[in-house]
Structure formats: C-alpha cells, structure tokens
DNA sequence: AATAAAGTTTAGACAAATCTAAATATTTTG
DNA sequence: CAAAATATTTAGATTTGTCTAAACTTTATT
C-alpha cells in the first residue's frame, strides 16, 4: 500500500477521533486537520477506493481493519521518534511532537525496528501515551483518569490529554511532569479548580482546563 | 526560505553536478534525478523565481550563493542521518542512502545540532563523505585519488565515489570497507584492472569499473 | 557553411491536494 | 411535521510537480 503523506495524516486522524464514537464526522477531520470540509470529502473517497476506510456519503467514516493497522504503524513511528528525541536527543517534551508529525512519514519497517530496539523498546512515549508494538497491538491504559475527576487524594501524573506547547509549558513551569506525585489539597466547585501541592513545594490551585488535560493514576 | 521536497532535491543534485563544471545542464539534472528534461526547465523557472539558481535558457544552471548555502544545511542532515543510521543503528553502509534521501528534508536546525552533537559532531559519514558544518563549511577531501589512478603502492581506502548498493555489496563480500589497507600488487593495461591484497587474504583482482569507484589516500 | 544530431524549451495534459461558493442532505427545533 | 440550522457534498479553480510530443536552439559533422 502507497500512501502519500496526506493520506497518512488522515488516517492517523481519523484513528485518533474514532477513539469511542462510532463514527467520524466530516468536520470533525477537517477541525482536528486544520483544513476544509470539502477537502475531507474529497480524500475520504480516495482512502475508501484504497479500501482503508468505510464511508457513505453523508453518514461518516470509519476505518477499514487495514486503515487501523496503517493507522498504529504510523502512531508507533510517531512515538519512538517522540521518545528519541527526548531520551537521546535532550528535547524536552513540548519540543517534539511537531518533528514527529514529519519522522513519522518515513516508512521503514527496518528502521522502525532498530530505532525501538535502541530505544530499549520503550512502551510509552514522552507524554504517557502507549507505543504500539510491532504487530500493532497498543495497551489501552484505561487505569488513567483526569485529574478533574480522580477520586483519590494521593495520585501520579501517567499522560497528558493535550500535546500543546501551551500546556506542557504551564506544567514545565509548575514543575508537573509524567511520574510526579501530587496530593489533592482541595477541589473548588465553583469553577471545579484543584489545589495541588507537590513535595517540597507550596500547594497551587490549576484550573479545571488544565486538571482534564492530566491523566493520574492513584498511588 | 520555504523549500518543497521537490526542490530541495532539485538544489542538491545541482549542487553535485556542479563540482568541477561550469555551469550544469538540463538532461544532466534530469538523469540524475531520473525524471525528464522537461520536468527540469519549470523546476528552473521556479528556483530562478526564488533567486536559489542562475538561468538563462539554454544556456545552463549554477547554483547562487543562496542556493549553496542551501544545498550544503541538506546535505549535511543527509550525511548525519547516515551516521546515525550506521553508528547507532547499526545499519550497512549500502542501506543508508535511500533511508537519508527522505530524513534529510527534516527541517530543523535544532534538531540537525542536537544530532550532530549526539554522533559526537563527525566530519564524515559511512562513506568517507565531509559533512559540512553548521556555517557550511565542508573540508575539501584534498589528497584522495581513485584507485585505479593512484600511483603508491600502499593505500588506504578513504570514501567511495558511488552510493549504488550494487558496489557497496560488492566491495562487502570482498572485505572492502573505510580505513581498508591495501597493497597494489599489478596493473593491467589491457582492461586496466588492478590486482590488489588485503591483509590475510589472498590476492584478488578488481575491475576498473570498481577501482574507479574507490577512492584511496596513499600511506 | 549547410545540414544533421543533440539538447532544451514550450504547449498542453494529468494527478494530487487544496480552496471557495453553491447546492443538497440531515438534524434540530418550535 | 415543517422550517431553520447545521453538516456535507459538488462544481469549478488553483498550485505543485510531473509527463509526452512538438518546436526551437545550440553543437557537431561533413
Ligand atoms: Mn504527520
Ligand atoms: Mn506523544
Ligand atoms: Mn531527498
Ligand atoms: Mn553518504
């Protein structure tokens, strides 16, 4: 199979959403793509003539069992190539997504095997997402809540919802990176805030915005 | 300067063409980027536009000093990668030109310092090849003759003028590689083919096709 | 110097990926 | 359920990179 880079970019998109939902939306790709409607229909008819999707016109899409095993190929390269530039590289975690967006295109199975095996075949990448291994299987790590919503009080910081240079820049500087124990002070109905403190440092209050965005698992 | 795929490999073939000649002409680009002379004349028009070459119709292509400051950053990912792919990766020498071809349109000179520096800033890649520094700089491999012109009798292979897998193998299955010491045992005019030994080995002869291809500094 | 050969450019076409504006279908709402 | 709102598709352009075939220019040959 011969894809192009847009048609990868696409692809991974279309995983990333069908995440739950039955069935991805038009404009839900061209939002999470940064492009047009019309673009989206266009290549969706591309990608079902390559048999990688399902679609009829007007009732979404969905991907075939061969767009799904593209899809975690392209997400495997996406995060060893995250995890190299962090670990070898000195990269620091808001830095690499977008230079993965492009290592990621560069299809060698070859490569992608040595790469992970000099990387001590890690299993997650720098933002706690899971690596896919080498058959496409992906630990669902479904232990994971957002901090808005965790029950405990005692927790660890296991992802991150959001790549953004914005949030992962707020956490750099909060001192809030993936294993950092977090004990929940207080939690404010009023704009569902969360007073947080970390050990040797005085507690803090984030905002709802930031807490979904940080997946925690209880200690 | 925003570059497509396509014309950063358009200056780097005209960078290589240029060694030597005055100027480089259509058919020249066109074989060695294997596409059609046509194709060349508008992918002169557009890089003219950018003021990347100098073109005037029929009468050939040089590079501006825009366009080999340029051409120089490209081959200096090109080269790292395939540094990184032997040394780290653990790949041939054969296997890391193609793999190259599509890393080094990666753009990020970030990325291209901090890899550099992880290889421990080397001056050559697997294949005696200079890489150019962060400024452009590339060392002059001065002093390095093609075996079949050299004139000592003790040489050492230093690079090799062909990156096709169909030589590289060759010179593999005949414990031919960088840093290989070599005594020239007899030249033969006939087809000017060179009988040469390798330490512990028995004497073999080599085609002037290949002696052409290696080239060796005296020792 | 005239002609042949080789090299180069132009004209016109096509595929990929995108866009805007208009048309059409689906979903929501009063 | 019909009208309004929202979502999606189509029609028609545009940009980039490529091609073939024909025209043109330069160069080599007799
Ligand atoms: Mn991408
Ligand atoms: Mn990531
Ligand atoms: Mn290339
Ligand atoms: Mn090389």
Redesign the interface.
Known sequence: MNLTIAEENYIKSIFKLQEGTETVSTNAIAYELDTKPASVTDMAKKLKEKKLIDYEKYHGITLTAEGKKIALQIIRRHRLWECF?VD????SWE?VHE?AE??E??R?E??TT??SD?LGNPTTDPHGDPIPDAQGKMNKIRSLQPLDKAAAKRLEVAAVNDQSTALLEFLNAKGIRLGTQIEVIERYEFDNSVEIKIKNQPAFTISEQVSKNILVRPL
């Open positions: 530039l070898k590289l000195s990269f830095e230079l492009e290592l295109h560069v060698s070859k490569l040595r790469l000099f």
